[in-house]
């Protein structure tokens, strides 16, 4: 049985410039369905988000989406979730998902998806949850981030194992995989 039951996955809301991040995008809300993995998202139809929506909903799962009133418009807000959040902000936004989520799968994404990452990781820090998080590595796209975080980290910023926290994959598959292992660790380390 898995260890994760919900996933929120942070990506953009824009489709990028290269088929391989839909593709993926896809593949992440396919193997999320198949393994029964609830999809906690930011709530729009649009680029990414609403790739790994539909492919959810396809497969048979659910769906919880999390807008801020400003972006129910913007973002073209889903109308075929399971449940549909709207909130205030972009704080409440990012507060309700980590509330609904068990870890965070990273797609490709712009300064949204940034945001969203780092404040998941730095609360995570700060000790308001033990919940994973993976970035997902399609054709390279996280390398710069990666080796940024590892200078970040050689400088004394970032402790060796806050830095191995932030775990990456080179499919959703592997990413979901790792997630789930390390949910099941950081579940079993809470038990002792």
């Given at each position: 049985?898995?260890?994760?039951?919900?996933?929120?996955?942070?990506?953009?809301?824009?489709?990028?410039?290269?088929?391989?991040?839909?593709?993926?995008?896809?593949?992440?809300?396919e193997?999320?369905a198949?393994?029964?993995?609830?999809?906690?998202?930011?709530g729009?139809?649009?680029?990414?988000?609403?790739?790994?929506?539909?492919?959810?909903?396809?497969?048979?799962?659910?769906?919880?989406?999390?807008?801020?009133?400003?972006?129910?418009?913007?973002?073209?807000a889903?109308?075929?979730?399971?449940?549909?959040?709207?909130v205030?902000g972009?704080?409440?936004?990012?507060?309700?998902?980590?509330?609904?989520?068990?870890?965070?799968?990273?797609?490709?994404?712009?300064?949204?998806?940034?945001?969203?990452?780092?404040?998941?990781?730095?609360?995570?820090a700060?000790?308001?949850?033990a919940?994973?998080?993976?970035?997902?590595?399609?054709?390279?796209?996280?390398?710069?981030?990666?080796?940024?975080?590892?200078?970040?980290s050689?400088?004394?910023?970032?402790?060796?194992?806050?830095?191995?926290?932030?775990?990456?994959?080179?499919?959703?598959?592997?990413?979901?995989?790792?997630?789930?292992?390390?949910?099941?660790?950081?579940?079993q380390a809470?038990?002792?």
């Amino acid at each position: 049985m898995t260890a994760l039951t919900r996933l929120a996955v942070y990506c953009g809301s824009a489709p990028g410039g290269d088929q391989l991040y839909a593709d993926a995008a896809r593949d992440t809300g396919e193997a999320m369905a198949i393994r029964g993995i609830d999809l906690v998202y930011g709530g729009g139809k649009l680029g990414l988000m609403g790739i790994v929506a539909d492919a959810v909903i396809a497969g048979g799962g659910r769906t919880y989406g999390v807008i801020p009133e400003a972006l129910v418009d913007l973002e073209v807000a889903h109308t075929g979730l399971t449940e549909l959040h709207t909130v205030a902000g972009m704080h409440e936004r990012k507060a309700k998902m980590t509330e609904l989520a068990d870890g965070f799968l990273v797609l490709p994404g712009g300064i949204g998806t940034l945001d969203e990452l780092f404040e998941a990781w730095s609360w995570n820090a700060l000790g308001y949850h033990a919940k994973p998080f993976c970035l997902v590595d399609i054709g390279g796209f996280w390398q710069g981030l990666t080796t940024f975080l590892d200078h970040v980290s050689s400088a004394g910023f970032i402790s060796p194992n806050r830095r191995a926290q932030l775990l990456v994959a080179q499919s959703p598959a592997e990413a979901i995989e790792r997630l789930d292992e390390a949910a099941r660790n950081a579940s079993q380390a809470m038990v002792w």
